[in-house]
């Protein structure tokens, strides 16, 4: 009997949603199963680092990598599992742009480990005790992975050979790929395994979408019940849509609620963020300057609304700290 192709699953900086995106399979996940050895998994099974390390290199097929890299401990396994499998696959919004993570960007290591270990509301920390990468005690050594400068996209680490996109990705993308893998039936290099096309091609709204429009005002989704069958730029709601790939099944729209981006642009627009926010100011109705600011006054937060997911794959990428912590 021919042995099975070898898959494994991996989790990085992210929520943890894409690991159970895999389980919304649901009785296809029998299928997958039954067609492939899962030989690294370990959310889901006990598994080891010393089995990866003592397998042949490229022995495992493909591996699919989700969440952003943020720790040395996930760069290491990064790069194990690069050297072990043929096609290492970005799996979901924050292995394939940085995703959520990578809004600490804005932030320093620094600044980041003083509140959430010395300022933060919920904290009592009399000592003001910060981890330590290395720490001896009494004759012993712990060790702890080192908290990075800057949140990365996987393929700012190592060579990706697709991406998956979505937060997480749908059900129905991740059982294309696993056929696509298992047949060889594989596109170039580098492709993104979901339609090139923009959200609103998939929209069920799109018809409603205005050719023209006239920002009077900003809304956010929670001062407002939204028309369920008007687009929701005419409406004057925030919608990633022209600026993001389509696959999902406009499932966030389906659900009265505007795009948020997750899975990132279609290859024709290179910063997802600077798109939308250039063809929203563009439309603001207003000339006079206080106006303007009062109409964009209705965006609080540009980073979080426009680069929820990209801002690690971005122009933008980080802060800088002038006193050089970058």
Same mark, same amino acid.
């Given at each position: /009997? ?8 991996y ?10 995106s ?10 997958v ?8 998994? !370990?959310?889901? /099974?006990?598994?080891? =680092? ?10 495992? #097929? ?15 396994? $990064?790069? #194990? ?10 799996? &979901? ?16 290591? %620094?600044?980041?480990? %003083? ?12 000592? &003001?005790?910060?981890?330590?990468p290395?720490?001896?005690?009494? &004759? ?10 800057? =949140?990365?996209?996987?393929d700012?680490? @190592? ?26 039936e ?8 979901? !339609? ?5 091609? %998939?929209?069920?709204?799109? %018809? ?21 069958n008007?687009c ?7 919608? /990633? ?8 099944? $406009? ?17 024709? @627009?290179?910063d ?12 603001v ?9 009062r109409?964009?006054?209705? @965006? ?27």
């Amino acid at each position: /009997m021919p042995e099975k192709p070898k898959i494994a699953f991996y989790w990085c900086a992210s929520c943890g949603g894409c690991e159970e995106s895999v389980v919304d399979l649901a009785e296809s996940i029998l299928d997958v199963v039954a067609a492939v050895d899962i030989v690294f998994w !370990p959310v889901a /099974m006990d598994f080891k =680092v010393k089995d990866v390390e003592a397998m042949p290199d490229k022995s495992i #097929l493909a591996t699919m990598i989700n969440g952003a890299i943020r720790t040395s401990e996930q760069e290491e396994i $990064a790069h #194990l599992l690069r050297r072990k499998s043929q096609y290492i696959i970005a799996y &979901g919004s924050c292995a394939h742009l940085g995703g959520v993570p990578a809004l600490a960007n804005q932030f320093s290591r %620094e600044h980041i480990l %003083e509140y959430v270990y010395r300022k933060a509301p919920s904290v009592t920390n009399p000592a &003001g005790t910060v981890p330590q990468p290395n720490w001896k005690d009494d &004759g012993h050594q712990v060790t702890l992975p080192e908290f990075r400068h800057v =949140v990365r996209a996987l393929d700012q680490v @190592i060579d990706v050979d697709y991406y998956l996109p979505g937060c997480a990705p749908s059900p129905k993308l991740l059982a294309a790929a696993v056929q696509a893998l298992l047949k060889g039936e594989l596109p170039p290099k580098g492709s993104v395994l979901a !339609p090139d096309v923009a959200l609103c091609d %998939e929209c069920p709204r799109k %018809e409603s979408k205005p050719t023209e429009v006239s920002f009077a005002e900003f809304k956010r989704p929670h001062e407002v019940i939204a028309d369920p069958n008007l687009c929701f730029l005419a409406q004057g709601l925030i919608c /990633m849509g022209p600026a993001t790939r389509s696959g999902c099944g $406009a499932a966030c729209i389906t659900g009265n609620m505007p795009c948020t981006g997750c899975y990132g642009p279609p290859s024709r @627009i290179k910063d997802q963020g600077a798109k939308i926010l250039s063809s929203l100011s563009a439309n603001v109705a207003a000339e006079d300057e206080k106006e303007i600011e009062r109409i964009l006054s209705g @965006i609080p937060d540009p980073v979080g609304t426009f680069y929820r997911y990209g801002l690690a794959r971005s122009l933008l990428r980080r802060r800088v700290d002038l006193k050089g912590n970058s």
